[in-house]
């Protein structure tokens, strides 16, 4: 006998004795789980779900859980400062052995339900739970310090060429409020801000220092 169930999004033949890797389960090494989405119950009497089949289930033991092999994204994007990215990814999953194919009788069988590890389920549960410091953590946001406000008596930067109100913002955040400061940078200055601002070459090539020794003059 045979099954296809689903899980994670994806869907599997199994069969009772295959070892199974799916997406995390909340569910420890050693625990035994009930897979309920069966969409198909093969072998003499084969039975097709409408989407699924009812009282059928797929019995598991949890062995272990795992990761799976990393996968490497690359992009780079030639018109954009020929910009360059590598990030590396290795899926959690679990691995199962299929113990047992139920054709009917799931609901009796007393067996927990195979529940993902990022599942609106265990999403509810955790919203469920009580919350006692929700207060304490909504009174420590309101009383910090906003990092962004710019200084009493600072310049209005987005007088400066490409300068808008999100790129003021990272200014004030990197402790720049008036022209004057800009006007006095250094090349290293230059070298520095343009990492942390993540504008290669903007401040040159927009003529920012010169444009802030102009505007502090006035």
């Known amino acids: 006998m045979f099954a296809v169930l689903k899980t994670g999004g994806k869907q599997y033949k199994v069969q009772s ?12 090494a050693g625990e035994k789980v009930q897979f309920n989405e069966i969409l198909m119950v093969g072998g003499d009497s084969p039975v097709v779900g409408a989407p699924l089949v009812a009282g ?14 990393k996968v490497i994204n690359f992009v780079k994007r030639r018109r954009k400062h020929s910009s360059k990215r590598t990030k ?9 052995r299929i113990t047992e194919i139920l054709a009917s ?21 955790a919203a469920a739970a ?10 420590a946001k309101a009383e910090a310090p906003k990092a962004a406000a710019p200084a009493a ?31 006095a940078w250094t ?23 010169a444009q802030a020794k102009e505007l502090a003059s006035k």
Do not use: C, Y
């Open 17 to 28: 004795g295959d070892v199974l890797r799916v997406e995390k389960l909340a569910a420890d």
């Open 56 to 69: 059928a289930a797929v019995q598991a033991d949890v062995i272990d859980q795992i990761k799976g092999d």
């Open 88 to 96: 590396g990814h290795r899926q959690q999953l679990t691995l199962l």
């Open 105 to 125: 009788g799931a609901d009796a069988s007393g067996v927990k339900a195979a529940v993902g590890a990022g599942s609106v389920a265990g999403v509810a549960a």
């Open 130 to 139: 009580p919350k006692k410091a929700a207060p304490k953590k909504a009174a």
């Open 153 to 183: 008596g600072g310049d209005d930067l987005k007088e400066l060429s490409g300068v808008g109100p999100a790129l003021e913002k990272k200014l004030h955040e990197n402790g720049v409020t008036t022209f004057a400061q800009i006007a």
């Open 187 to 209: 090349e290293a200055d230059v070298t520095e801000m343009d990492e942390k601002l993540s504008f290669k070459g903007r401040i040159e090539r927009e003529g920012w220092i």
